[in-house]
């Protein structure tokens, strides 16, 4: 560019813009990684939660239960626990727990329980969502054994790509 003129020539424009569609499309793929890589954890979360609250929930009633019924159970039952409580007065009340599957769809559904007590109490809770079952992989599905004094449970929880299995084994609270 000579002194006494003013303005761009129209090669420099045309690298100006050039760099700037560079660093433009530099930064939206990485805005689409990061936002992708959010999606992807979450539904990892999702998974990883959705296992841990099935087997809180599952380990706090085993750690209580007399009886476990967890061989030759029929769908949508997967796991029968019972137990009972004595009052003051040395009343029973008796409680039994079944936990069992709900809209099992391609092998994932929701697993519930059902609590029943002999005092009139009954309700029903939902566990956790996207829980894997499909006796023919026994490899990766849900699936509980029980050989006295304890409960062996492995989860598996399933959502878009994300799989998560974990094992517990509960035995039974001591009498204090």
Do not use: C
Request: charged fraction near 20%; avoid cysteine.
């Amino acid at each position: 560019m000579k002194r006494d003129e003013k303005g761009f020539t129209f090669i420099e424009l045309i690298v100006a813009l050039g760099i700037i569609a560079l660093v433009g499309s530099a930064a939206a793929m990485t805005t689409f990684q990061v936002l992708k890589g959010t999606e992807r954890n979450n539904d990892h979360l999702t998974v990883v939660r959705q296992v841990q609250n099935a087997g809180y929930w599952i380990s706090r009633d085993a750690r209580m239960a007399l009886s476990v019924s967890a061989d030759n159970l029929t769908l949508p039952d997967f796991l029968v626990l019972g137990w009972t409580i004595w009052d003051d007065n040395g009343e029973p009340t008796y409680h039994t727990v079944t936990y069992y599957f709900e809209g099992l769809n391609d092998g994932v559904g929701t697993l519930k329980r059902r609590h029943w007590s002999s005092d009139g109490a009954g309700e029903q809770t939902l566990i956790a969502q996207h829980i894997y079952y499909d006796p023919a992989d026994p490899s990766r599905t849900s699936r509980v054994s029980y050989v006295t004094p304890s409960l062996t449970l492995q989860l598996t929880a399933l959502f878009e790509q994300n799989i998560e299995t974990r094992e517990y084994i509960v035995s039974h609270r001591p009498d204090l």
